[in-house]
């Protein structure tokens, strides 16, 4: 089965009487999770409502649509996916009737079991509609023989493995919860007299809600207006946060796990420079994602940094023959050396991570045929050798460089003078972590589920 809540955006808004308006702004604060899809459920106490579709979240919504999703109550999501897998049945909220009632869900993360959850709900009867691994918790929900809808979730959470963020809404309350593992963040905030749960933090900014506390891992969230949010502990917290989201993922502005993103990226750029020191003119990110640790990089090594690639920052999705041509003129489109400022000098270049290494490969070419004398590339995370099952979209084994080459064989790959990568305890130095509480899998292998 096709995964489908990799990098993608929840939020959750609770009691307040612009809840649609809201989660439009907490989804607009997120779009970086998730380009494909985005979408927003409502309730009004008496009925749900929903509009989701393919687009970004200002393709999506206008403030005719905002205004039809009625109630203080509102969830949403933005859906990023490999390509090929754009059905509209499969943007989120995914919504259903059953003997409760009504529901709405939102889901960040990956299950792991999904196909065996499935398989066993099909052979008993269950019909679905879409691909997405978050319709198994519809279905457990529905099916489950306990009374009461808090008590049907639990069910269901027990019955599901993996990575999940969950937020839940029924008619009259909504669900926050984290799996026992905390690999996708979720944080919860205050927002007036209501509250709002988001993946990142830069929503709460947006909105001007105030950060409380991160959804603890195994906690299950209840809100019911006139109280406040009852915790149910459905699991021991056994925290294994995803160490990718400080790497790539989230957005510097965000704290994830308590720890802002900006500071941690800066951090594994000045350990990267301790780790992978060279002589060079000047120091240049690869932007946006390498600018942080390349400001890390030049203020540990001494050596000026220089904005010396430009972004164009209006690509959006470009409709280009997958060619060889075609996907170098692609990073062409939305990259771009100063070439005044780098003739007959050598560069650092630091970018976050190397995937297949065609966008590495890629800038080294355009900055040589700049007139770069030289190009050290230097990577803010150790080789990502493994891919990730627990919600971030990286590629099967045999298509990671790093998972087939040796370090030489992949800086003569990307034509590169050298090449250097921080190491695993480099970058669980640089966010103050210990080896236990993060999944490092794409890193080491070591998988947890
Ligand atoms: P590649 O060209 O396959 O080596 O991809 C490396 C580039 O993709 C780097 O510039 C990263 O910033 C970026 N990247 C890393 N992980 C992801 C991801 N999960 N989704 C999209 N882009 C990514």
């Known amino acids: 089965m096709r995964s489908m809540n990799e990098k993608c955006a929840v939020v959750g808004i609770f009691d307040h009487p612009q809840a649609s308006k809201l989660a439009y702004f907490s989804l607009h604060a997120q ?16 009925k749900l409502f929903t509009i989701k579709d393919r687009g970004l979240v200002t393709q999506v919504f ?18 990023y996916s490999t390509a090929g897998d754009d059905s509209i049945l499969d943007a989120q909220p995914v919504f259903a009737r059953y003997d409760l009632g009504e529901m709405a869900i939102v889901h960040n993360g990956n299950l792991t079991n999904a196909k ?28 489950s023989d306990q009374q009461h809808l808090t008590d049907r979730i639990i069910d269901a959470v027990k019955k599901i493995e993996g ?29 007036g007299d209501g509250y709002v749960v988001a993946s990142e933090t830069c929503a709460f900014d947006l909105i001007g809600a105030e950060y409380i506390r991160d959804v603890e891992p195994g906690e299950l969230l209840i809100f019911e207006k006139g109280k406040a949010p009852q915790s149910i502990k459905v699991y021991e917290p056994t925290p294994k946060h995803c160490i990718f989201e400080y790497v790539y993922f989230a957005r510097p502005d965000s704290n994830v796990y308590n720890q802002n993103v900006y500071t941690m990226r ?16 000047m120091v240049v990110p690869v932007p946006d994602g390498g600018v942080p640790s390349a400001i890390g990089y030049a203020q540990e090594s ?54 297949r290494g065609t966008t590495s490969r890629q800038i080294v070419r355009m900055l040589k045929a700049a007139g770069a004398l030289e190009v050290h590339m230097r990577i803010s995370s150790p080789p990502t050798t493994d891919p990730c099952f627990y919600g971030v979209d990286t590629p099967d084994k045999d298509k990671l460089i790093a998972a087939n080459m040796t370090n030489a064989e992949i800086c003569a790959f990307i034509e590169a003078d050298s090449l ?4 695993n305890d480099g970058l669980l130095l640089s966010v103050n972590g210990k080896e236990e509480n993060y999944c490092t899998a794409c890193f080491t292998g070591n998988y947890i589920v």
Not at 327 to 348: F, N
Request: aromatic share 6%.
């Open 31 to 46: 779009q970086h999770r998730g380009q494909e899809a985005a979408g927003i459920s409502t309730s009004n106490g008496e």
């Open 62 to 79: 206008d403030n005719q649509k905002l205004a039809t999703l009625k109630g203080e109550m509102a969830i949403g999501h933005t859906r």
């Open 116 to 143: 065996e959850v499935r398989d066993a709900l099909i052979k008993k009867g269950a019909i679905f509609q879409t691909f997405m691994d978050t319709e198994n918790l519809i279905h457990l929900i529905a099916k």
């Open 163 to 191: 990575a999940y963020s969950l937020v839940f809404l029924s008619r009259s309350k909504m669900f926050a919860m984290r799996d026992r593992f905390g690999f996708r963040p979720l944080s919860l905030g205050r927002l």
């Open 266 to 281: 800066k951090a594994m750029g000045k350990k990267l420079a301790q780790e992978q020191p060279i002589e060079a003119d």
């Open 302 to 355: 001494g050596i000026p940094f220089e904005m010396a690639i430009m972004r164009n920052h209006y690509i959006g999705r470009t409709f280009i023959e997958p060619t060889q041509e075609m996907r170098d003129l692609k990073v062409k489109m939305k990259l771009s050396p100063i070439a005044s400022l780098i003739k007959g000098k050598r560069l650092i270049v630091i970018d976050d991570s190397i995937v």
């Open 420 to 423: 250097g990568y921080l190491s």
